[in-house]
């Protein structure tokens, strides 16, 4: 593994790059919106597929990644319900809560795995992705259930939601691909693998236009207790997983890097449909995105 800083540098400064280009409204209007509709319907799907369908799905221990990924998710979702009167939260600020410290920023894990191991690396990140995408999903919209936000009409819509997801259908195009032993045949490897390369830089941009800075003025318990979830426990609990299970370096590293990922920019869209706090989402959102800079290659340095 490369330095960890100079691996992850220039990601955050893709990230930096796009806070600047929003804090001065370029390139204006509806662009950036639109551009990340593209990113999460076509562009990363497209990768998705690109390195499922033809990645040696032999040589990563997929049930102990599943077993120390979604075990961890599992342990910490479980640990917030049962904190969740002593925390003193309303419903909709606990859903944002649970929100920001189950989910995972997907550009930044898939783009941090490749800077770090390489093409391995990101074969372990597209089966993290097509495990925890699905699970964190469904967790999610059930904490909107049983805190009491959601409708009747917002519960059939997030479950047809589910079934339109462009990375859960990516995820089992690329292994139905795999598995029945098509790949990518004749041109569309090489097309899949252009519109996948820009996946990744644009989606890095586009997490950073998407943080709100005026967000970090609101300090309260549920900004502490997502925070402390998402950036120290989790990884903590899939350190300790990783090695009791023995998994083997690149894999070790890459369940660590998306255990310490800041949550993913989409939360705040859900909570403003299904009935959560869009303000403590966004300040969620953009606090880990800035904390993360420095506590998650603290993580990675810990076992490198």
Known sequence: MQGVGSALGPLFLLILLGALLGRLGQPGGDFWPRMERLIYCL???????????????????????????????GLVG??????RHWLGLA?????????GALRFNTYVGVAGAAALHGEAGATVAAVAVALMVPVVN???????IAAGTLGS?????????????PLILACLLGIGLNLGGI???GWSAATVDLLGRAALPLGLVAVGVALRPRALLRLDPGIWAANSAKLVLMPAI??????LLGLDPISRDIVLLFAALPT????????RQLGGDAELMAALITGQTLLAMVSLPLWLRLVG
Do not use: E, H, K
């Open 138 to 144: 469904v967790l999610c919209v059930s904490s909107f």
């Open 238 to 243: 899939v350190l300790g997983l990783a090695l």
């Open 264 to 271: 993913a920019t989409s939360a705040y869209i859900l909570a």
């Open 91 to 99: 419903a909709p600020a606990f859903t944002s809560v649970f929100q």
């Open 43 to 73: 562009l990363f799907p497209a990768m998705l597929v690109g390195t499922l369908a033809t990645a040696d799905m032999q040589q990563v221990p997929v049930g102990r990644v599943a077993s120390v990924l979604l075990g961890a998710m």
């Open 153 to 165: 009409g917002g519960l059939r819509q997030s479950l047809l939601a589910l079934t339109r997801n």
């Open 78 to 83: 479980a640990g917030l319900w049962l904190v």
């Open 183 to 185: 790949g990518l045949p």
